[in-house]
């Protein structure tokens, strides 16, 4: 059984590193299996389909990201949560570059719905996250956000994904947690009283 999830992973991986690659070329199992070191009938074992695998880093993505945010959520002051949430995503997508790919959803195609609903899904889990925290605020402070609470969530978010999306642009060379510091320190005092 561990054998069986180490290839698994060693399968995962080998698509993740494939997709930083500077150049984006069409991903083939044979490709895959070459990387993986293992046989294509091998990949096919643990995973019917390249979209299963696709399925899997997305599951990945969410268990790594939600795990740590739960933490955080303990151990932070609602008005500081955002920034740092949105942080530990870019510092996520710096250590692996592939997921900014997935998550901008690029590699997938018109036919891949599910996984790009499943992509959506966790934007959607982390809007949420956002939107309690600035809840959160104002119930805590008594204090009135000086943006609304939904114009907040959505232009952080969209700064999220922008930053993402930027990201890839760049071929990965953008320095993304950097460049949030700045922006998260603007962004706060615009969102919040003094």
Same mark, same amino acid.
């Given at each position: 059984?561990? &054998? &069986? *999830?180490?290839? =698994?992973?060693?399968?995962?991986?080998? %698509?993740?590193?494939?997709?930083?690659?500077?150049?984006?070329?069409?991903? $083939? @199992?044979?490709?895959?299996?070459?990387?993986?070191? /293992? !046989?294509?009938?091998?990949? +096919?074992?643990?995973?019917?389909? *390249?979209?299963?695998?696709?399925?899997?880093?997305?599951? #990945?993505?969410?268990?790594?990201?939600?795990?740590?945010?739960?933490?955080? =959520?303990?151990?932070? =002051?609602?008005?500081? #949560?955002?920034?740092? %949430?949105?942080?530990?995503? %870019?510092?996520?997508?710096? $250590?692996? *570059?592939?997921?900014?790919?997935?998550? @901008?959803?690029?590699?997938? $195609?018109?036919?891949?719905?599910?996984?790009?609903? *499943?992509?959506?899904?966790?934007?959607?889990?982390?809007?949420?996250? /956002?939107?309690?925290?600035?809840?959160? +605020?104002?119930?805590? !402070?008594?204090?009135?956000?000086?943006?609304?609470?939904?114009?907040?969530?959505?232009?952080?978010?969209?700064?999220?994904?922008?930053?993402?999306?930027?990201?890839?642009?760049?071929?990965?060379? &953008?320095?993304?947690?950097?460049?949030?510091?700045?922006?998260?320190? #603007?962004?706060?005092?615009?969102?919040?009283?003094?």
């Amino acid at each position: 059984m561990e &054998k &069986k *999830k180490q290839r =698994k992973l060693i399968i995962m991986q080998s %698509l993740a590193a494939m997709l930083e690659e500077r150049d984006l070329l069409k991903i $083939t @199992t044979a490709e895959l299996a070459k990387r993986s070191e /293992i !046989t294509e009938a091998a990949i +096919y074992k643990h995973f019917p389909s *390249k979209r299963k695998i696709f399925e899997e880093l997305v599951v #990945f993505f969410e268990e790594s990201i939600f795990t740590r945010i739960k933490v955080m =959520k303990e151990e932070s =002051k609602p008005e500081d #949560f955002p920034g740092q %949430l949105i942080a530990l995503i %870019l510092k996520f997508c710096e $250590t692996n *570059k592939g997921f900014s790919r997935i998550l @901008t959803r690029e590699v997938f $195609t018109a036919d891949e719905v599910k996984i790009i609903d *499943k992509v959506a899904n966790c934007f959607e889990k982390i809007n949420i996250e /956002i939107r309690q925290s600035l809840q959160e +605020y104002e119930r805590s !402070t008594k204090k009135k956000l000086n943006l609304n609470l939904a114009a907040s969530c959505d232009l952080l978010i969209s700064c999220l994904e922008g930053q993402i999306q930027s990201f890839v642009r760049s071929k990965f060379k &953008k320095d993304l947690s950097g460049s949030w510091e700045d922006q998260w320190d #603007f962004l706060k005092k615009s969102i919040f009283p003094n």
